[in-house]
Antibody
Framework: EVQLVESGGGLVQPGGSLRLSCAAS????????MDWVRQAPGRGLEWVGR??????????EYAASVKGRFTISRDGSKNSLYLQMNSLKTEDTAVYYC?????????WGQGTMVTVSS | DIQMTQSPSSLSASVGDRVTITCRAS??????LAWFQQKPGKAPKSLIY???ILQSGVPSKFSGSGSGTDFTLSISSLQPEDFATYSC?????????FGQGTKLEIK
């Protein structure tokens, strides 16, 4: 069964850092584009960023709102995706989802909540 | 950035009804358009990609159409499990963007 499971969310102070993880099973992560999407409380979905597959050198794209603060990476040996979030702001408070970037986003994780507050 | 505008923002319908939701892009996106269903507290579920192609396992009661800037999602024979929020998304160019969502409620 194809599955994505996020972890690493929590409460962090403004200016702090957090790393989210997304463990993939049922498929080989390196073969696929992978994305992060977030949803602030009561709001719509917002695309955060993407890492392309191995064939495309794992290059990345980011939303302007997170560029320079967030970094997407992978660990092939763990079949896992990561989102390193630095210089966090209160407006980064959201549920963060990882998604497989095949035919748009065909598989989603259950999400992990990140709260940025003092 | 490409703006995605859905209408209506909310919709009331009865079990058995057929409904249509519209999504408009601020510039042409060919058929690079997806639809998602989301229930409270749950992750989005992919329904349709490339404007009209059903994701694997999605029932044929869902259908999508359109190209360029105007798109529709139709749901026939509504059942209680279909009442949810539906969002469109363009993946023609970065940054990918979503519509604000349409909340489908039971009348």
């Amino acid at each position: 069964e194809v599955q994505l499971v996020e972890s690493g969310g929590g409460l962090v102070q403004p200016g702090g850092s957090l790393r989210l993880s997304c463990a993939a099973s049922g498929f080989t992560l390196s073969d696929h584009y992978m994305d992060w999407v977030r949803q602030a409380p009561g709001r719509g979905l917002e695309w955060v960023g993407r890492t392309r597959n191995k064939a495309n050198s794992y290059t990345t794209e980011y939303a302007a709102s997170v560029k320079g603060r967030f970094t997407i990476s992978r660990d092939g040996s763990k079949n896992s995706l990561y989102l390193q979030m630095n210089s966090l702001k209160t407006e980064d408070t959201a549920v963060y989802y990882c998604a497989r970037g095949h035919n748009s986003f065909d598989v989603w994780g259950q999400g992990t909540m990140v709260t940025v507050s003092s | 950035d490409i703006q995605m505008t859905q209408s209506p923002s909310s919709l009331s319908a009865s079990v058995g009804d057929r409904v249509t939701i519209t999504c408009r892009a601020s510039q042409g996106i060919s058929t690079s358009l997806a639809w998602f269903q989301q229930k409270p507290g749950k992750a989005p579920k992919s329904l349709i990609y490339a404007a009209s192609i059903l994701q694997s396992g999605v029932p044929s009661k869902f259908s999508g159409s359109g190209s360029g800037t105007d798109f529709t999602l139709s749901i026939s024979s509504l059942q209680p499990e279909d009442f949810a929020t539906y969002s469109c998304q363009q993946y023609n160019s970065y940054p990918y963007t979503f519509g604000q969502g349409t909340k489908l409620e039971i009348k």
